[in-house]
């Protein structure tokens, strides 16, 4: 092969791998944005590539046999049917493999569960059709607002032209620090609901009457969408969640703020009064 | 005595016309009804699916209000899982398995006849559930509370409707059971049986087991909603997750329910068309019976975001990915079956090998499902979706259509029109295709299931899929006119005509005789 058409290879191999890239989000997970989504992402590529090397040596026989065994090229039939030691081999590999696969994932498993330790605990109760949340512990303690779907209607009724965060923004975002372990309580008021962030690489149900907990560290700044995982009802496709993660220093702002704000709602109503 | 004998001189004798149907105890008859009350039910769930995808070819609100697109997709869940799939396998055997075996009928003939026409009744108490006040069921195929104490009598129809099919599979199930371990021939020991029976037999066990615990699921569901119960309520001391675990205990050996007989017809029509004994014919036996075994143990697998323990996720998991072993034995030992065969592509064995590449690709997503934090992902998105449609479109339903090619000629006397079914395949084949491969990766990239409508970014998959599904909906109608051409006309099949053919059936005529084996034939 000639240096040029290695060069031509190597670069067409390049671009593709780029536009690979540049479509990736569509075409693969959102870009992760915790340790525990960058698992994810990285056990589901190690996984895929397993499962292209065993299509392509199966399939790669299968197709063979399709290709050289047919009655139509006067192939005469074998007549075996049975090997103790190929049986053997065969059952033998799929489960290394398997263990190969199950070792990163146990380790995943068991850092998803420990929601020990975190810096904010924030409640999340699903409600037909929104989400409410709670700031029990840490920085921002006692804020407490509710989050609905902010697209306007007619975009749904196609009335309007739909905006770009189409169905994925809301009313009042879920604002948090960047860097610090936040620990999601979920819980529903009336149906099953589920709490999911993509980028985050979290999604834990929302039951009603029992509460159930779920943690992530965002590693940057940023608005992070996600969606209800779980049929809630008739608005099941319009209960998105969005995450808000902030500096450190915007997000001491954030609290103040919102703590001045429903002080001055307590005050107007004590004046009210 | 003289009674008797002219009794069996009428033997083929029976009423004509709707009362044949009526009251047919004869297992072809009853088989002939599954099939094309699976085939009406079928295009019933087609139908909803065609309108599931017209609502998502675009982004917005346009044919159907998110409510009536819940019932939709309720509604085509349960009429494929239990009105097209599973009774389409029961019509299967009730034709295949006495004639496999060496037997003139099925054991419980009366039953059979009850078992069938239980059917229909719960069929139409689905599909007239959409007019009732409060619509059809809108909960999803797996109606979890308390979602599902919400809905109106569409609900309750639903509840009656899985009752009364619970009730018919049973029958069917110990029917088969009863017929496979009672009437086989003298000399066909169990480790001679056809495999298409022998994983029969192992899916009725299945049946048996799991239908019972679906039945006292939707008991639960009904007294929780009409008489005060708190089962699946928490604030009077239930719990919602019980629901799941007990559903899923009858769901995931359900799955099995779907695939095992599958897994049968393929491997009957594998050795046929490569000329050549099946590979492994024991360790086939093994992994059916294996797999059926560990399927009872991995439901939660489909409860990944409850929230268990991590040690109860872990146990799913392992137990989980293990099934991959014995699915993976059982396409070793086709691919190991076709290897120096002498192989020819009929419509049957493109369909079987049409099964088993996309199966292939629904078991590797079923492994990705299997990991949990993957799963965490993916769960609840339309990458579950691409990945049961792999394997119950082009699994359970493609290995359905391979089994009715290949045995046609010996149901009809006649064969089917070749070149329109090869068409039949490739135009399913690839539709099926473009309507799920995209699937996946709208799953990927966030979109969840069960939504109406979704954002922007999903909206050029969704519209390939929606072509694909149109496509493969449409293709289907081929398959209607292919069985009717073939019913009323056109080249008189063998009684042997695949060459390679090396089961009981095709020592019968063609077409086979109202009674199948009158005198048992002997196995050597």
């Given at each position: 092969m000639s240096s040029k058409s290695v060069m031509t290879l190597v670069g067409s191999v390049a671009l593709a791998f780029y536009s690979s890239m540049a479509f990736s989000s569509k075409y693969n997970?959102?870009?992760?944005?915790s340790v525990i989504a960058q698992d994810i992402y990285d056990q589901h590529i190690w996984a895929l590539w397993i499962c292209l090397a065993i299509f392509v040596g199966v399939f790669g026989v299968m197709f063979y046999s399709i290709v050289k065994h047919r009655k139509s090229v006067g192939y005469k039939a074998a007549n075996f049917h049975h090997s103790t030691t190929v049986e053997v081999i065969w059952t033998t590999i799929p489960l290394l493999i398997l263990v190969a696969m199950a070792y990163p994932a146990t380790k995943t498993v068991i850092a998803m569960k420990d929601?020990?330790?975190?810096?904010i605990t924030i409640k999340a109760t699903g409600y037909q059709w929104m989400w409410g949340y709670d700031y029990?512990?840490?920085?921002?303690?006692g804020i407490s607002f509710y989050s609905k779907l902010s697209t306007p209607p007619a975009q749904v009724t196609n009335k309007e032209p739909k905006g770009e965060n189409y169905l994925l923004e809301v009313d009042n975002n879920l604002v948090v620090p960047v860097g610090k372990k936040i620990r999601v309580i979920t819980t529903a008021n009336d149906v099953l609901h589920a709490w999911w962030v993509p980028a985050f690489g979290v999604k834990q149900d929302a039951i009603p009457g029992f509460i159930r907990d779920l943690w992530f560290t965002a590693d940057k700044p940023g608005l992070y969408r996600g969606q209800?995982?779980?049929?809630?009802?008739?608005?099941?496709?319009f209960m998105p969640i969005v995450v808000e993660v902030l500096e450190q220093e915007k997000y001491a702002q954030w609290v103040a703020d919102k703590q001045k704000a429903s002080a001055a709602v307590v005050t107007t109503a004590a004046v009210g009064n | 005595m003289a009674v008797v004998q002219d009794v069996h001189g009428h033997h083929d004798h029976h009423p004509s016309g709707i009362m044949r149907w009526v009251t047919t105890t004869n297992h072809k008859d009853i088989g002939t009804m599954y099939l094309w009350f699976s085939f009406a039910m079928f295009l019933t769930g087609g139908f909803l699916a065609m309108g599931i995808r017209a609502e998502l070819?675009?982004?917005?609100?346009?044919?159907?209000e998110p409510e009536l697109f819940n019932s939709f997709t309720t509604l085509h869940g349960l009429i494929m899982v239990f009105g097209a799939i599973m009774p389409a396998f029961v019509g299967l055997a009730n034709w295949q398995v006495p004639m496999m075996i060496g037997a003139?009928?099925?054991?419980?003939a009366r039953m059979n006849n009850w078992s069938f026409w239980l059917l229909p009744v719960a069929g139409s108490l689905l599909i007239s559930s959409?007019?009732?006040?409060?619509?059809?069921?809108?909960?999803?195929?797996?109606?979890?509370?308390p979602l599902s104490a919400q809905g109106g009598l569409g609900v309750d129809m639903m509840i009656f409707a899985i009752h009364i099919l619970g009730a018919s599979s049973i029958m069917g199930a110990i029917n088969i059971i009863t017929t496979i371990l009672n009437m086989r021939?003298?000399?066909?020991t169990l480790m001679k049986m056809p495999m298409f029976v022998w994983t029969w037999l192992i899916t009725a066990y299945l049946l048996v087991l799991v239908m019972p615990v679906l039945a006292g699921t939707v008991t639960m569901l009904l007294t929780d909603r009409?008489?005060?119960?708190?089962?699946?309520n928490a604030a009077g001391?239930?719990?919602?997750?019980l629901f799941q675990h007990v559903f899923w205990f009858f769901g995931h050996p359900e799955v099995y329910i779907m695939i095992l007989p599958a897994f049968g017809i393929v491997s009957e029509i594998i050795p046929t068309f490569s000329r050549k004994p099946l590979f492994g014919y024991s360790s086939m036996v093994y992994a059916t019976a294996s797999i059926a075994i560990l399927s009872c143990v991995v439901w939660a697998h489909h409860m990944?975001?409850?929230?268990?323990?991590a040690v109860g996720q872990l146990f799913f998991m392992y137990a989980t990915m293990l099934i991959a072993v014995p699915t993976g034995v059982k396409v070793f030992n086709w691919t190991a079956t076709m290897w120096r065969g002498s192989m020819t592509f009929e419509t049957p064995m493109l369909f079987s090998i049409g099964f088993i590449f996309l199966f292939v690709i629904g078991g590797f997503s079923g492994v990705v499902c299997a990991i949990v934090p993957i799963d965490i992902q993916v769960q609840d998105t339309y990458y579950v979706i691409a990945h049961f449609h792999y394997v119950l479109v082009s699994g359970a339903l493609f290995a359905i259509f391979a089994g009715v090619y290949y045995w046609l000629p010996k149901w009809c006397g006649r064969m089917y029109d070749e070149k329109l079914a090869k068409m039949h395949f490739w135009l399913s084949m690839i539709f099926f295709n473009v309507a799920f491969f995209v699937q996946h990766f709208l799953g990927l990239a966030g979109m969840p299931r069960r939504i109406p409508d979704y954002s922007l970014q999903f909206a050029d998959f969704n519209m390939i899929s929606s072509i694909g599904a149109f496509g493969f909906g449409l293709s289907q109608l081929l398959f209607l006119y292919i069985v009717i051409k073939c019913i009323r006309g056109g080249e008189k099949a063998a009684?042997?005509?695949?060459?390679g053919g090396t089961t009981?059936?095709?020592?019968?005529?063609s077409p086979a005789?109202?009674?199948?084996?009158?005198t048992p034939p002997v196995i050597k």
């Amino acid at each position: 092969m000639s240096s040029k058409s290695v060069m031509t290879l190597v670069g067409s191999v390049a671009l593709a791998f780029y536009s690979s890239m540049a479509f990736s989000s569509k075409y693969n997970f959102q870009e992760p944005q915790s340790v525990i989504a960058q698992d994810i992402y990285d056990q589901h590529i190690w996984a895929l590539w397993i499962c292209l090397a065993i299509f392509v040596g199966v399939f790669g026989v299968m197709f063979y046999s399709i290709v050289k065994h047919r009655k139509s090229v006067g192939y005469k039939a074998a007549n075996f049917h049975h090997s103790t030691t190929v049986e053997v081999i065969w059952t033998t590999i799929p489960l290394l493999i398997l263990v190969a696969m199950a070792y990163p994932a146990t380790k995943t498993v068991i850092a998803m569960k420990d929601t020990s330790a975190s810096d904010i605990t924030i409640k999340a109760t699903g409600y037909q059709w929104m989400w409410g949340y709670d700031y029990l512990q840490g920085e921002g303690e006692g804020i407490s607002f509710y989050s609905k779907l902010s697209t306007p209607p007619a975009q749904v009724t196609n009335k309007e032209p739909k905006g770009e965060n189409y169905l994925l923004e809301v009313d009042n975002n879920l604002v948090v620090p960047v860097g610090k372990k936040i620990r999601v309580i979920t819980t529903a008021n009336d149906v099953l609901h589920a709490w999911w962030v993509p980028a985050f690489g979290v999604k834990q149900d929302a039951i009603p009457g029992f509460i159930r907990d779920l943690w992530f560290t965002a590693d940057k700044p940023g608005l992070y969408r996600g969606q209800c995982a779980e049929l809630c009802g008739k608005d099941h496709g319009f209960m998105p969640i969005v995450v808000e993660v902030l500096e450190q220093e915007k997000y001491a702002q954030w609290v103040a703020d919102k703590q001045k704000a429903s002080a001055a709602v307590v005050t107007t109503a004590a004046v009210g009064n | 005595m003289a009674v008797v004998q002219d009794v069996h001189g009428h033997h083929d004798h029976h009423p004509s016309g709707i009362m044949r149907w009526v009251t047919t105890t004869n297992h072809k008859d009853i088989g002939t009804m599954y099939l094309w009350f699976s085939f009406a039910m079928f295009l019933t769930g087609g139908f909803l699916a065609m309108g599931i995808r017209a609502e998502l070819f675009m982004p917005g609100i346009q044919i159907l209000e998110p409510e009536l697109f819940n019932s939709f997709t309720t509604l085509h869940g349960l009429i494929m899982v239990f009105g097209a799939i599973m009774p389409a396998f029961v019509g299967l055997a009730n034709w295949q398995v006495p004639m496999m075996i060496g037997a003139p009928d099925m054991a419980f003939a009366r039953m059979n006849n009850w078992s069938f026409w239980l059917l229909p009744v719960a069929g139409s108490l689905l599909i007239s559930s959409f007019f009732v006040p409060g619509g059809a069921a809108a909960g999803g195929w797996t109606f979890y509370p308390p979602l599902s104490a919400q809905g109106g009598l569409g609900v309750d129809m639903m509840i009656f409707a899985i009752h009364i099919l619970g009730a018919s599979s049973i029958m069917g199930a110990i029917n088969i059971i009863t017929t496979i371990l009672n009437m086989r021939a003298p000399g066909m020991t169990l480790m001679k049986m056809p495999m298409f029976v022998w994983t029969w037999l192992i899916t009725a066990y299945l049946l048996v087991l799991v239908m019972p615990v679906l039945a006292g699921t939707v008991t639960m569901l009904l007294t929780d909603r009409h008489f005060g119960t708190s089962f699946f309520n928490a604030a009077g001391g239930g719990d919602p997750v019980l629901f799941q675990h007990v559903f899923w205990f009858f769901g995931h050996p359900e799955v099995y329910i779907m695939i095992l007989p599958a897994f049968g017809i393929v491997s009957e029509i594998i050795p046929t068309f490569s000329r050549k004994p099946l590979f492994g014919y024991s360790s086939m036996v093994y992994a059916t019976a294996s797999i059926a075994i560990l399927s009872c143990v991995v439901w939660a697998h489909h409860m990944f975001t409850v929230g268990m323990p991590a040690v109860g996720q872990l146990f799913f998991m392992y137990a989980t990915m293990l099934i991959a072993v014995p699915t993976g034995v059982k396409v070793f030992n086709w691919t190991a079956t076709m290897w120096r065969g002498s192989m020819t592509f009929e419509t049957p064995m493109l369909f079987s090998i049409g099964f088993i590449f996309l199966f292939v690709i629904g078991g590797f997503s079923g492994v990705v499902c299997a990991i949990v934090p993957i799963d965490i992902q993916v769960q609840d998105t339309y990458y579950v979706i691409a990945h049961f449609h792999y394997v119950l479109v082009s699994g359970a339903l493609f290995a359905i259509f391979a089994g009715v090619y290949y045995w046609l000629p010996k149901w009809c006397g006649r064969m089917y029109d070749e070149k329109l079914a090869k068409m039949h395949f490739w135009l399913s084949m690839i539709f099926f295709n473009v309507a799920f491969f995209v699937q996946h990766f709208l799953g990927l990239a966030g979109m969840p299931r069960r939504i109406p409508d979704y954002s922007l970014q999903f909206a050029d998959f969704n519209m390939i899929s929606s072509i694909g599904a149109f496509g493969f909906g449409l293709s289907q109608l081929l398959f209607l006119y292919i069985v009717i051409k073939c019913i009323r006309g056109g080249e008189k099949a063998a009684d042997k005509p695949w060459d390679g053919g090396t089961t009981l059936e095709w020592t019968l005529p063609s077409p086979a005789p109202y009674h199948s084996f009158e005198t048992p034939p002997v196995i050597k």
